[in-house]
């Protein structure tokens, strides 16, 4: 049972390339969602997606675009990365489509961004 | 003000050590609540659900206070093991969930 599985665990990036984080999951949640982890901060919402075609904003978006073609996987992709994106990045899934049971987090990429 | 809350601590205790944490919320109609542990450098695994009779998971302990805004985690004889920092989050209704910015705990010999 692999839970979340996040690709990859860690990234450098110039400063104005792009990269898809990828998020996969095996335990047919509904609700997926992407946090970035910053020192000192709570973990800040991304995207989220109720299910597969469904996605929406979060707290802090811009910079990034997700899709959701299928209830497993939840890519997170950065259009231009800027060094304000160098973070620690989550995917977290929930069952019955809500985050109100709680959360299975992935293992997290961290990204730097120079 | 933040929507959440926590001392970051560091919080100091020797083995076996009785520890409290508390978090306050400021949105009244948030619906859900719990802790979560991160130790340093993985990921936050959830650690329990907050029910407003309060529940307890061994030598765990969570209550919460919907008249004051705040929630507590109670450990009880602390381990080694129990160092991490502790996560706050609620959920206010909906899909948005706040996370604190988390407790330090060092739990020493």
């Known amino acids: 049972n692999a839970g979340v599985t996040q690709t990859p665990k860690f990234q450098v990036l110039k400063t104005g390339q792009s990269m898809t984080l990828q998020c996969a999951q095996d335990?047919?949640?509904?609700?997926m969602s992407w946090y970035r982890q910053d020192p000192g901060m709570g973990l800040r919402l991304i995207h989220y997606?109720?299910?597969?075609?469904?996605?929406d904003q979060g707290e802090v978006p811009n910079g990034y675009n997700v899709s959701r073609s299928t209830t497993e996987d939840f890519p997170l992709r950065l259009l231009s990365a800027a060094p304000s994106q160098t973070s620690v990045y989550f995917c977290?899934?929930?069952?019955?489509?809500?985050?109100?049971?709680?959360?299975?987090f992935g293992s997290g990429t961290r990204l730097t961004v120079v | 003000r933040k929507e959440v809350e926590q001392d970051p601590g560091p919080f100091n205790v020797p083995e076996g050590a009785t520890v409290a944490f508390n978090c306050t919320y400021s949105?009244?109609?948030?619906?859900?609540f719990f802790w979560y542990r991160q130790d340093c450098r993985k990921e936050p695994k959830l650690l329990m659900s907050?029910?407003?009779s309060g529940n307890e998971d061994g030598r765990f302990t969570a209550q919460l206070n919907r008249a004051s805004q705040y929630i507590s985690l109670l450990i009880r004889d602390s381990k080694l093991s129990d160092s991490a920092t502790y996560l706050c989050?609620?959920?206010?209704?909906?899909?948005?969930?706040?996370f604190g910015a988390g407790t330090r705990l060092f739990v020493k010999a």
């Open positions: 907050v029910y407003s």
């Open positions: 949105n009244s109609a948030s619906q859900s």
């Open positions: 335990m047919n949640h509904e609700y």
């Open positions: 989050v609620v959920n206010t209704g909906g899909f948005k969930t706040i």
């Open positions: 997606s109720v299910g597969a075609g469904i996605t």
């Open positions: 977290a899934s929930s069952g019955r489509g809500t985050p109100n049971y709680g959360y299975t």
